[in-house]
């Protein structure tokens, strides 16, 4: 099936640990070293070149993660989202093709479109939409057949108990992120900031400059989406409706949206609304260096299991997350 030479360039191109390699060792069918030879795992066969790229994959196994573990915690957020605008501007998730893998995999709960009220709404959806479904299918690509499944999503519950948590709505009332286009642009704060920060809280994570040169690439994808939300939402005085939501101002809505995400990640105060303290425009959250902060896999999962302590499951991902990166932060 694979030439030797082209066997050897994908394994050192894999990057990753030991177990890793022998995943792709196995869907390749050469699980008893076949057509490769031994001393290919130590680079040498390869030549110097091989055994350049295979050090640091061995730098990154005694870190305790792999590019292939990182990859797939990107994938389980990458899902969340695709779900989330997939549903918001076509009723429809991802097709069952694209959610099989390793572990569990899940249904979605909730979800429906969203009617949209203006055009450039409706443009920024749908152009949001193909990228994170693009995002999925590459990083399924990438990963071959050690990518996860799809995890159990919860869009609708989920998105109550964050709006709770904020005070965007009262105690008893729930928060519907597809009920109009209003709420669909809380949601999607919610979700693109968290996004930003966590690729690239995992850029020192990987290893392979291919993968971190793909990963640097979907995070500058997210930053244009996270633009185009707060850009939006700070276009906005009012417009909040009904279902119980407090208050009628969308920025004051994000910064109590941000303020939540902060109470979940730890004590730092890094996260930002689209206003400051003095109501001026910040539409790009950066720090005094004017640059962006970044999030931990572990905060990364505070925010999307709705929770400050250690967990494994909670909030979007009711069953947790596939891969061996699952487990939240304890912040509390």
Request: charged fraction near 20%.
């Amino acid at each position: 099936m694979f030439g030797n030479r082209y066997a050897a360039s994908m394994i050192t191109r894999s990057a990753e640990n030991d177990q890793d390699r022998r995943r792709f060792l196995k869907a390749a069918g050469m699980t008893g070293l076949g057509v490769v030879g031994a001393g290919t795992f130590s680079g040498l066969a390869a030549g110097p070149a091989a055994a350049a790229t295979v050090r640091p994959a061995a730098a990154a196994a005694a870190a305790g993660v792999s590019d292939g573990a990182v990859l797939n915690f990107a994938l389980n957020l990458e899902y969340l989202e695709a779900e989330f605008y997939l549903h918001a501007v076509t009723g429809r998730g991802l097709a069952d093709a694209m959610t099989t893998g390793t572990g569990t995999r899940g249904g979605v709960t909730g979800g429906r479109a969203v009617r949209f009220e203006s055009r450039t709404v409706r443009q920024y959806a749908q152009e949001i939409a193909a990228d994170e479904k693009d995002h999925v299918q590459f990083l399924r690509s990438a990963l071959g057949s050690a990518a996860v499944a799809r995890p159990a999503i919860d869009l609708q519950s989920s998105f109550t108990a964050a709006a709770q948590a904020a005070g965007l709505v009262k105690p008893g009332h729930s928060f519907d992120a597809f009920a109009c286009e209003e709420n669909f642009l809380l949601a999607a704060f919610l979700f693109e900031d968290v996004g930003v920060t966590a690729y690239k809280g995992a850029a020192p994570l990987i290893s392979n400059k291919t993968y971190l040169e793909a990963a640097a690439g979907i995070l500058a994808v997210e930053a244009y989406h996270a633009g185009n939300i707060r850009s939006q939402l700070y276009e906005r005085r009012g417009g909040i409706l009904g279902l119980g939501l407090l208050g009628r101002d969308l920025r004051e809505a994000s910064v109590k949206l941000s303020n939540a995400r902060d109470s979940l990640d730890g004590p730092a105060d890094d996260d930002h609304g689209v206003i400051d303290s003095r109501g001026n425009a910040n539409i790009v959250p950066t720090d005094g260096n004017g640059i962006a902060y970044s999030r931990s896999p572990g905060q990364v999962l505070n925010i999307v299991y709705l929770t400050p302590k250690a967990a494994t499951s909670g909030g979007f991902f009711p069953k947790g997350v596939n891969g061996d990166v699952n487990t939240s932060a304890g912040n509390s």
